[in-house]
């Protein structure tokens, strides 16, 4: 049996701002994404909260939401997966998961960054709307990748007209490819290329929307040979890796400082217990189906 990647994902099995057969769309291609890039003998399991502010781009919000994903990050490694992947262009929950479990906890975003340093000498991020511009810009501070990336401006969403109802229509992305030919990848290019003009050698997105852009086969800004690394496909393959390496030498997180644990599993829980509901113990956290990577 080859690698298990815990795929958490900061929703519920049912998203209100979509309809079911459409947050399905988003979920199926997400999947299509990871069947693209990882080995057939890894498995990958998406996995849900059981509860979820619906809200990535608040700071306070976003802190509801990290403790249902780092419950659900915990669970998985007592079901014995290799390395649990965050599905967000934010990066949510990820310090703290890594506190708390021994298995490598990896971000999307992060892992897309840290690539892009090997395949360039600037990059820049495209976020999906102006509230995540500034906890991208201190997810770069806090990997100390600023001076990594351009100097002004490193992270940007699109400004062609349209382009925030063209973010509601997320399902559409993962349904239909002219879709994003027509109506992604024009607004997506045209930020990027400003970007490229203020020095960016590397373009990295910043939402798991975004993803689209691999099943579309867009890899290049169009007129450039610039590459788009997708952040989906970049960070499932970099936990693919790390799953592998914890798997077979046991390289995982330093716990030396920033991420040792002061706390057995057993005081964790205890005092972790009164800001849980009694019903929504770690056990009950929702799971889809496991699926093999590839045919």
Same mark, same amino acid.
């Given at each position: 049996?080859?690698?298990?990647?815990?795929?958490?994902?900061?929703?519920?099995?049912?998203?209100?701002?979509?309809?079911?057969?459409?947050?399905?769309?988003?979920?199926?291609?997400?999947?299509?994404?990871?069947?693209?890039?990882?080995?057939?003998? =890894?498995?990958?399991?998406?996995?849900?909260?059981?509860?979820?502010?619906?809200?990535?781009?608040?700071?306070?919000?976003?802190?509801?939401?990290?403790?249902?994903?780092?419950?659900? $990050?915990?669970?998985?490694?007592?079901? !014995?997966?290799?390395?649990?992947?965050?599905?967000?262009?934010? +990066?949510?929950? $990820?310090?703290?998961?890594?506190?708390?479990?021994?298995?490598?906890?990896?971000?999307?975003?992060?892992?897309?960054?840290?690539?892009?340093?090997?395949?360039?000498?600037?990059?820049?991020?495209?976020?999906?709307?102006?509230?995540?511009?500034?906890?991208?810009?201190?997810?770069?501070?806090?990997?100390?990748?600023?001076?990594?990336?351009?100097? =002004?401006?490193?992270?940007?969403?699109?400004?062609?007209? !349209? *382009?925030?109802?063209?973010?509601?229509?997320?399902?559409? *992305?993962?349904?239909?490819? +002219?879709?994003?030919?027509?109506?992604?990848?024009?607004?997506?290019?045209?930020?990027?290329?400003?970007?490229?003009?203020?020095?960016?050698?590397?373009?990295?997105?910043?939402?798991?929307?975004?993803?689209?852009?691999?099943?579309?086969?867009?890899?290049?800004?169009?007129?450039?040979?610039?590459?788009?690394?997708?952040?989906?496909?970049?960070?499932?393959?970099?936990?693919?890796?790390?799953?592998?390496?914890?798997?077979?030498?046991?390289?995982? =997180?330093?716990?030396?400082?920033?991420?040792?644990?002061?706390?057995?599993?057993?005081?964790?829980?205890?005092?972790?217990?009164?800001?849980?509901?009694?019903?929504?113990?770690? +056990?009950?956290?929702?799971?889809?189906?496991?699926?093999?990577?590839?045919?």
């Amino acid at each position: 049996m080859g690698t298990r990647i815990h795929a958490q994902s900061i929703y519920t099995l049912d998203h209100p701002g979509y309809s079911p057969e459409g947050y399905a769309q988003i979920n199926r291609g997400i999947q299509r994404i990871y069947e693209r890039v990882l080995h057939a003998d =890894t498995t990958i399991e998406a996995c849900f909260v059981p509860r979820s502010t619906f809200y990535t781009s608040h700071a306070y919000l976003e802190m509801l939401n990290n403790g249902e994903i780092v419950r659900g $990050i915990i669970d998985a490694e007592t079901k !014995g997966y290799d390395v649990a992947f965050v599905r967000c262009g934010n +990066d949510p929950g $990820i310090r703290e998961a890594r506190e708390s479990v021994s298995m490598p906890v990896v971000a999307m975003t992060e892992s897309a960054m840290h690539l892009a340093c090997q395949l360039g000498a600037r990059f820049a991020v495209i976020a999906v709307d102006d509230k995540s511009i500034p906890l991208v810009e201190r997810n770069l501070r806090l990997y100390g990748l600023e001076r990594e990336a351009i100097a =002004t401006r490193p992270v940007r969403k699109p400004r062609a007209a !349209g *382009w925030d109802e063209c973010v509601v229509e997320g399902p559409k *992305w993962f349904e239909s490819v +002219d879709y994003v030919r027509e109506r992604v990848i024009p607004a997506f290019d045209a930020c990027a290329r400003e970007l490229i003009d203020d020095g960016a050698e590397i373009i990295v997105t910043g939402c798991a929307l975004f993803g689209a852009l691999t099943l579309a086969d867009h890899r290049k800004v169009e007129g450039t040979d610039v590459p788009i690394l997708e952040s989906v496909a970049v960070g499932v393959k970099a936990a693919e890796m790390q799953g592998d390496l914890y798997r077979s030498i046991g390289l995982s =997180t330093s716990k030396h400082l920033t991420y040792r644990s002061l706390l057995s599993p057993e005081m964790r829980d205890q005092l972790a217990g009164p800001f849980l509901r009694g019903e929504e113990k770690a +056990d009950d956290v929702a799971t889809g189906t496991s699926v093999r990577a590839a045919s």
